[in-house]
């Protein structure tokens, strides 16, 4: 019996660590490319907002027919707005935790739109004079957003009190019966002057924009995960093996 080294079994291929590192370099340059698009998306989206702050106000049912109305100012009349029914949104304006009250103003196409008539801290108890029927003309301007959904773990409302802003049920308390547009108008000047504390309060239009970075993360993984693999097939494919079985 004698040993052949030339028989000597050679190295396997890593079948398994090679599927399992395309399937992960895969995942790392998808997850990549998603940033990149996300990034172009929010740069497009910062550029609109910009564009639409520098518009003057147009009518509100004229934005609101746009392609893009969000961030656009809208010059709005809203019948017995100052004395209109109103919910309570729980918000935090600078630190301070308060209330936003919000109505509903109906528009000339039928629809009822949200009015977000302004921010007044928490331990201030003053309120609008709430009277049905009011009519009196309410002219203001103001500035067209979307409607952010509340998530699954936002408290159901308290009454009139809401956690997140719920549209739906929003209307709902305020009675409102025919369709609800899906945008919300931010009021820019007063509607109520004669309330202590309660003051109109848009919410800067702030992106945070790190795809950039996220992109550079994902595809620098990429890059080490390729250098890692190439350096275990290195390793695996010279790694001495032991000879065959000796044959008779």
Not at 202 to 221: D, E, I, M, R
Not at 222 to 246: E, S
């Amino acid at each position: 019996m004698s040993n052949d080294p030339s028989k000597a079994a050679r190295p396997r291929f890593p079948v398994v660590l090679t599927v399992l590192t395309a399937a992960s370099l895969v995942a790392l340059v998808s997850l990549g490319t998603w940033q990149v698009q996300r990034l172009q998306w929010k740069e497009d989206l910062i550029a609109a907002a910009d564009r639409a702050a520098g518009t003057p106000p147009a009518p509100v049912d004229q934005v609101l027919a746009s392609d893009a109305p969000e961030f656009r100012k809208v010059m709005m009349v809203c019948r017995g707005l100052n004395t209109a029914p109103f919910v309570e949104l729980r918000s935090i304006e600078e630190g301070q935790p308060g209330f936003r009250l919000i109505s509903a103003c109906p528009l000339e196409d039928g629809r009822a739109i949200l009015v977000d008539r302004g921010f007044i801290a928490q331990e201030l108890t003053a309120r609008p004079v709430v009277r049905a029927g009011d009519t009196m003309p309410v002219s203001f301007v103001g500035v067209v957003r979307e409607v952010v959904k509340p998530s699954s773990m936002t408290p159901p409302p308290e009454g009139n009190v809401f956690f997140g802003r719920d549209a739906a049920a929003m209307a709902k308390v305020l009675d409102v019966t025919g369709e609800l547009s899906p945008w919300l108008v931010y009021a820019e000047s007063d509607v109520n002057p004669e309330v202590e504390g309660l003051h109109p309060s848009v919410p800067p239009a702030a992106f945070s924009n790190n795809h950039a970075g996220y992109a550079a993360t994902w595809f620098g993984l990429a890059v080490v995960l390729i250098g890692v693999y190439i350096g275990l097939l290195r390793r695996r494919l010279m790694r001495p093996t032991d000879l065959q079985g000796n044959t008779p």
